[in-house]
């Protein structure tokens, strides 16, 4: 039987600069997470919001937990949940990226394979190896899953992975493969054991997300818990990337500017006509200048543009998304 009164479960990632990133996520959205007791505690909950249990896990057994169901939210990063998970967008929804944890999981062979640049290159190289050596050429790498679905994905069939444990860069050099898949966010390290990523080598762009189980069992209060944090996170997202401009223009002039605005830039009148002369739209952020310096062409002597705390709206795409699948 479902108890009503359970609290939504939120994991996030235990430590490292991923918890501390999460923890700045949420208290942007105005959602302090608070552990327990302590660093040693794994449960905590979420100030400012009844209703909550956080639950403090890596970021591997987030993803794990989200598929079976026994935590609603979670924090974790997306080639997680590909390499993971076969079937992941049946049991998981990305809701949202967080904007930290990036990192692209990439093909990479030696630079001196100064003929090799694509992935169909490899399947040459494949063929040359086995002619030469009499065994396939191997691939050493953490994401099993994923390198044998874009190897697929690009006709490339004959090789062997051999699964790292260690620094999975060095497999190269230290004889232990010909070529990697691997995670990186700068390229240095590969750059540093002569390695370098194919042309269409990036298999995911991967970054922290806010996931949802589908497979959890969700109660009416849990789906109002969950709505209450999707609604003040797109608040604070919205507020992040839009600016509000102001500019004193004639009267008359206000309402035809309204609707060019809307027409040029998407901007989204925040209120009507009746305050006078003074005309306040919200905007992208990287649009803002460009309006701005339209309403001067329009007549405008000053333009004020102004950052935002939250921006809540009526509709809710993080939570109807989450709705959709639950």
């Known amino acids: 039987m479902q108890d009503t009164n359970a609290p939504l479960v939120l994991a996030v990632p235990s430590k490292g600069r991923l918890q501390e990133n999460a923890a700045n996520f949420f208290a942007r959205s105005g959602l302090q997470v ?11 909950t979420l100030k400012g ?4 249990e956080i639950a403090f896990l890596s970021a ?60 169909a290159d490899l399947e040459d190289v494949a063929g040359a190896h086995r002619a ?33 444990l260690g620094a999975t860069e060095g497999a190269p ?9 691997d995670i990186t966010t700068t390229g240095a390290t ?15 762009r991967s970054e922290a997300n806010l996931a949802a189980s589908i497979t959890a069992t969700w109660s009416e209060s849990q789906k109002k818990t969950a709505k209450a944090i999707l609604s003040r996170i797109a608040a604070e997202e919205t507020a992040r990337t839009t600016r509000e401009v102001r500019a004193v223009v004639l009267p008359q002039a206000a309402p035809a500017l309204y609707v060019e605005a809307q027409k040029l830039f998407e901007a989204t009148p925040l209120f009507g006509v009746s305050e006078g ?3 306040r739209l919200n905007c992208a952020k990287a649009r803002a200048p460009d309006l ?4 001067i062409g329009q007549g405008a002597e000053h333009v004020a543009v102004a950052t935002l705390d939250y921006v809540f709206s009526a509709t809710n795409p993080l939570y109807d998304r989450l709705a959709n699948r639950i």
């Open 34 to 44: 608070t552990q327990g007791r302590g660093a040693r505690d794994y449960r905590g």
């Open 277 to 279: 002369q003074m005309v």
């Open 49 to 52: 919001l009844d209703g909550v």
């Open 132 to 164: 030469r050596h009499g065994m396939p050429m191997r691939v050493a790498t953490k994401y099993i899953h994923l390198t044998r679905r874009y190897f697929a994905e690009h006709h490339v069939s004959d090789y062997r992975i051999v699964e790292s």
């Open 292 to 295: 701005a310096d339209w309403l």
């Open 60 to 119: 591997s057994e987030i993803v794990t937990q989200l598929a079976a169901g026994t935590a609603h939210l979670g924090v974790t990063g997306e080639d997680l949940v590909r390499e993971s998970l076969p079937d992941a967008d049946a049991k998981i929804e990305l809701l949202t990226p967080l904007g930290f944890g990036h990192a692209n999981v990439v093909v990479a062979v030696p630079q001196a394979w100064i003929d090799v640049r694509t992935m």
């Open 173 to 181: 050099a230290a004889g232990q493969a010909e070529l990697i898949v």
């Open 190 to 204: 590969l750059a540093a054991n002569a390695l370098k990523v194919l042309d269409d080598g990036v298999m995911l």
